[in-house]
């Protein structure tokens, strides 16, 4: 018998072609470095190595705390406004959202490095003032980056948005992992082994990174899913607000889930530079940063398995419930004094870090249900409106955050100077802490779970009826264009 030839390999089609998922991987990793250290470091770099009111207890962290709750007045404010413009933008040869991502990732690369380069010769109140415009200029450049709504317009197919979202995640966590140790490197370009050089380490990482993206966005070719639709108005902006109830119900649980991440990367900074010592935390937060990749990689594949069973809103519930598990034992144990027992510490991290991690691509999946979801009811998918929402919930989520530490500090009188002796560190300091840390965003976790279950897409049945009513609808347009067109 003939052996039978083999078949050569077929080649996969857009958006799953090498080019597109490539530029898809890659083209948000610009991103990666300022949401860290917006979210981590930001505080820590205004109270102990900007020289701002040095020698004056609590000053420091007040400027840091005001200035992050005004932003979160503007971003309320500026994220509506800029996702409202950014649907109402033409649509050029290469698109309508993916110049804006070109402009927005070149803009918010410079604006964060002004951010974290203050000059040290300027008196306080220029340092200010530096720091307050450059922050809210890279606030709103940031708004600048439609990344979900470009990756919306692929395509329309749920299996094939889950591949696209998991390999930026995957790609961004392997680049992650070398970036892991950026404190540590940052320490490294310091002048004395301890005090660390944020501006230049910010500079070094940001260029090859920005370089990257802006590859990735070329590579990428824009759907043309919402090319029929008509312009959108102030008029559907509110309707959207109106109407789109999984949109309401989807926010309110990213809400309170997102505080997890983002105040435990704000305040387990200062509890580890404590309760295991300043000239530990380079190295602590190495390995913690390390552990939060391989927990996010696991987390990726996980939560894959669990969307091809489970709706996205109840693989949500289900990872939060995990991760408020772990919070709640870290609590309880911090009542009885710091946890200074490093296997300890990383074992139940670790737990809350997998919850965490094992939420991320449903909720990506389920911001483009709500675009869906617009299309469905208005018959426009605003995708920008929706963006530009989450990226306001994201932001208010770090500032937060970060204030919350923040009047921690404050409320203690915090000064870094002082507490280089362990005997001057207060109990306080880790109570107050150990509640911010901890049993805050356990609180948050339980919220988001409830939250979820109000979810209107939660069910499949619902999920079903409303592509298949979507479906039809694009079916009668082809049928009604066929019809009138003239053989």
């Not at 649980?253 to 991440?261: R, W």
């Not at 390390?290 to 894959?304: E, K, W």
């Not at 989520?397 to 530490?405: E, F, K, S, V």
């Amino acid at each position: 018998m003939a052996q039978q030839e083999k078949q050569p390999k077929q080649k996969k089609q857009y958006p799953e072609d090498f080019k597109t998922m490539f530029g898809v991987s890659v083209m948000g990793l610009s991103q990666l470095l300022p949401n860290s250290l917006i979210a981590g470091y930001l505080i820590l770099y205004i109270t102990d190595y900007a020289g701002i009111y040095t020698g004056i207890a609590g000053k420091a962290a007040a400027v840091a705390t005001a200035m992050l709750l005004i932003g979160r007045i503007w971003d309320a404010i500026n994220d509506p406004l800029m996702g409202f413009l950014m649907d109402r933008a033409p649509r050029r040869k290469q698109g309508k959202f993916k110049p804006i991502l070109l402009f927005g990732t070149v803009l918010s690369t410079i604006l964060i490095i002004a951010l974290f380069n203050i000059p040290a010769g300027l008196p306080d109140i220029a340092k200010i003032v530096w720091l307050y415009f450059f922050y809210f200029l890279f606030d709103t450049a940031f708004t600048l980056m439609p990344i979900n709504p470009l990756t919306q317009t692929l395509t329309d197919d749920a299996n094939v948005r889950s591949k696209l979202l998991a390999a930026p995640r995957i790609v961004t966590l392997v680049v992650a992992t070398g970036m892991s140790g950026f404190l540590a490197i940052a320490i490294a370009l310091g002048p004395d082994g301890v005090t660390p050089n944020f501006g230049l380490a910010t500079f070094l990482v940001m260029l090859p990174l920005t370089i990257i993206s802006l590859v990735g966005i070329i590579l990428v070719k824009e759907g043309k899913g919402s090319v029929e639709e008509g312009q959108v108005t102030v008029k559907d902006a509110l309707a959207m607000f109106r109407v789109n109830k999984p949109l309401l119900y989807s926010m309110i649980g990213y809400l309170f889930g997102g505080f997890i991440f983002n105040i435990f990367t704000t305040a387990s900074v200062y509890y580890i530079k404590y309760a295991f010592g300043a000239e530990n935390l380079g190295t602590i937060s190495a390995i913690t940063g390390g552990l939060m990749i391989l927990t996010i990689i696991i987390g990726t594949f996980a939560s894959r398995f669990l969307i091809k069973r489970l709706t996205p809103g109840m693989a949500i519930i289900i990872a939060y419930a995990i991760a408020g598990v772990g919070l709640l034992i870290l609590f309880l144990i911090n009542l009885t004094g710091p946890i200074t027992s490093l296997p300890l510490y990383i074992g139940l991290i670790v737990l809350v870090f997998l919850g965490n991690s094992l939420a991320y691509l449903p909720w990506q999946v389920t911001y483009m249900e709500c675009m869906d979801y617009n299309k469905y009811r208005l018959g426009k998918s605003m995708q920008a409106m929706v963006g530009s929402t989450n990226a306001f919930i994201s932001k208010l989520q770090a500032a937060i955050g970060a204030a919350l530490t923040g009047a921690v500090l404050v409320a203690i009188g915090y000064d870094a100077a002082l507490y280089e002796n362990a005997a001057n560190i207060p109990e306080s300091l880790f109570s107050g802490l150990g509640f911010v840390l901890f049993a805050l965003p356990a609180i948050f976790a339980a919220l988001s779970v409830v939250s979820m279950f109000f979810y209107p897409l939660l069910k499949q049945e619902k999920r079903d009826a409303m592509y298949a009513e979507i479906g039809a609808a694009k079916s009668a347009a082809v049928t009604e264009t066929a019809e009138i067109t003239p053989a």
